[in-house]
């Protein structure tokens, strides 16, 4: 199975300030298409998860613009630009290219 | 609007069997893969299985290959997850996912809970 392994994994941040969220995969993620399927969700305290990017940097209709993935082969990264109270929660990686599917950890998002 | 209702989490001995569903709505159901995933109390996320839009491609996790069953009837926007000899390890918030487009699923239901004790 492909391991996708996020770092870090407790992610503090002050309102208003940048949070980087690095997810890395055990194997290349494209595939045999030439797409690349990783995706990023969202999962705030009590709710169920929300898909925010898809297929490295594809933002979903409603996200925020601050929400942005970048990325490549087995490295990829989730950066908000600007931290807001409602950000907080764990976010996941997770690539649809090789199965089983696979989720990352969980990177848990908190205001300091 | 995009719906995923799931129902039938219960309490559930060691070694029993249950089946939880999915009620779809506002979108065509019969055309779209759809997913189950599970999240362990205080755990990350897992995947179970995935079928295509007609049930003639079905996919399982290796742990789970052999005692969970995904099906789905198109007629009814349901979908299905039949679990057989469960353990203590499957209790969790089981998730029913649409899959929008290969690689990735769209909309989460809000999830149904299975509890496996004695």
């Known amino acids: 199975d492909v391991v996708m392994t996020q770092s870090p994994l407790s992610l503090p941040v002050t309102l208003g300030q940048p949070a980087s969220i690095s997810c890395r995969s055990s194997q290349s993620l494209v595939h045999s298409d030439g797409k690349t399927y990783l995706n990023w969700f969202q999962q705030r305290p009590g709710q169920s998860p929300r898909r925010l990017i898809y297929?490295?940097?594809d933002r979903d209709s409603g996200v925020p613009d601050r929400f942005s993935g970048s990325g490549s082969g087995t490295d990829f990264t989730l950066k908000i630009s600007r931290v807001e109270a409602e950000d907080v929660g764990v976010y996941y990686c997770?690539?649809?290219?090789?199965?089983?599917?696979?989720f990352g950890q969980g990177t848990k998002v908190e205001i300091k | 609007e995009v719906q995923l209702v799931e129902s039938g989490g219960d309490l559930v001995q060691p070694g029993g069997s249950l089946r939880v569903s999915c009620a779809a709505s506002?979108?065509?159901?019969?055309?779209?893969?759809m997913s189950w995933v599970r999240q362990a109390p205080g755990r990350g996320l897992e995947w179970v299985a995935n079928?295509?839009?007609?049930?003639?491609?079905?996919y399982y996790v290796d742990s789970m290959k052999g005692r969970f069953t995904i099906s789905r009837d198109n007629a009814k926007n349901l979908l299905f997850l039949e679990m057989n000899s469960l353990r203590v390890e499957d209790t969790a918030v089981y998730y029913c996912?649409?899959?929008?487009?290969?690689?990735?699923?769209?909309?989460w239901g809000q999830g149904t809970l299975v509890t496996v004790s004695s």
């Open positions: 297929k490295i940097s």
């Open positions: 079928t295509n839009h007609d049930a003639t491609e079905k």
């Open positions: 996912g649409r899959g929008g487009a290969p690689g990735t699923v769209d909309y």
């Open positions: 997770m690539q649809g290219t090789h199965w089983p599917w696979t």
């Open positions: 506002g979108f065509t159901f019969d055309i779209y893969w």
